[in-house]
């Protein structure tokens, strides 16, 4: 049977497979499945770009993957390189959509950020990421042509060691396609990422948190809690209006007893907004019956935007409160200033010149 010749970039990706399936698609093809760890190998293991490397495949399965899959059939239309190293790619999809990820480097970490969504449906006031709304989810696919192309940023004796889910879109909202791309990562023959390793990063959808946890996996969640009360983070984060912050915490509680892994909640500063020392310490209020960690990030401009970051000494006031209180605490480290690393930026650019 001849079949039509879809363009590559129309072809599945080869890693959106699972292990199981790719075994099945070898057997189907004469080959024995112990090929799948080869070719995993290949992939994750040594960065190769065409399957044309997979050098001990015989010729007729590599012809066999090169006719059926695609390996990276994203565009990458944007690359930028910061002056602290971080590095940013922007993305171009089959169906002409963006996204963003980058790669951060920190001492001896690589920590890679991920999208998830095209486009993201919360509306926090203060991100850049929604403000087109959400256009779809990614693929199990997309997610990790992100992962691929990071790594292959790296020079051979670096390895990725940390993933952050805090790209754009709410990962929570297309767990369905995330969980078998992080999976992918953990997995023998993957990448040998511990999931303990991988961060999820929620605007706090309570029933997806518990999900999230009933997987039993190890991921780390961190929450996006940003007011220490529901009247603040309704205005800043309006999807709260109809979950609210004890809800929040009641799912984010169930996740620590089910996975042991500490959550952090993560706290964008705006200047004038939520930055007051009352804010800081009803904050400490919530959090001090909880094993919890506070990432205080300071506001990354956005132009379209009117939130500032406070100044420096009000940001370190903020943090003394909560270290008074006994809570654990950090400020982000800011990474990639210089090209808009702040995920959304760099699509929303795109999408206003039509690229
Ligand atoms: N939807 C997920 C992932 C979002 S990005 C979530 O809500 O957690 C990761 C973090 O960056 C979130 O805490 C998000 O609120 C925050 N963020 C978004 N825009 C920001 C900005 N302009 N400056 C600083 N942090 C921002």
């Not at 980058?102 to 970490?109: A, Y």
């Amino acid at each position: 049977m001849n079949l039509p010749v879809l363009p590559t970039a129309l072809l599945p990706r080869v890693y959106e497979l699972t292990p199981d399936e790719l075994a099945a698609w070898c057997r189907s093809h004469g080959a024995t499945p112990y090929r799948v760890d080869q070719i995993r190998k290949w992939i994750f293991g040594k960065r190769i770009t065409d399957f044309a490397e997979m050098h001990d495949l015989p010729a007729a399965l590599r012809q066999a993957l090169a006719a059926e899959f695609s390996l990276f059939p994203a565009e990458v239309v944007r690359h930028q390189v910061s002056a602290d190293r971080t590095e940013k790619l922007l993305l171009k999809l089959d169906d002409g959509e963006f996204v963003e990820c980058v790669l951060m480097r920190e001492e001896d970490r690589r920590t890679i950020c991920l999208s998830t969504q095209v486009g993201c449906a919360m509306g926090c006031v203060f991100c850049a990421s929604g403000m087109l709304g959400v256009k779809r989810n990614l693929t199990t696919g997309e997610i990790l042509e992100q992962v691929l192309r990071l790594d292959r940023l790296l020079p051979l004796a670096e390895r990725i060691t940390n993933v952050v889910i805090m790209g754009i879109g709410e990962p929570l909202a297309n767990l369905k396609n995330l969980l078998p791309a992080l999976d992918s990562l953990n997995l023998k023959g993957g990448m040998g990422i511990g999931a303990r390793r991988i961060t999820i990063s929620t605007v706090g959808l309570p029933d997806r948190i518990r999900e999230l946890a009933l997987t039993d996996r190890q991921y780390n969640l961190a929450v996006s809690l940003h007011a220490p009360n529901d009247e603040l983070r309704t205005k800043l984060v309006p999807v709260n209006k109809n979950i609210g912050i004890d809800e929040i915490l009641a799912a984010a509680d169930y996740h620590f007893q089910k996975t042991g892994r500490r959550v952090t909640y993560e706290y964008v500063l705006l200047s004038g907004v939520n930055d007051r020392p009352e804010h800081a310490q009803q904050l400490a209020g919530l959090l001090k019956p909880r094993i919890a960690h506070v990432n205080l990030i300071p506001m990354n401009g956005v132009t379209e935007l009117p939130f500032v970051e406070p100044t420096a000494p009000r940001t370190q006031d903020f943090l003394s409160i909560l270290k008074q209180f006994g809570i654990p605490c950090s400020v982000r480290k800011r990474k990639g200033a210089d090209i808009d690393a702040a995920c959304g930026q760099l699509r929303l650019q795109a999408e206003g010149r039509g690229a």
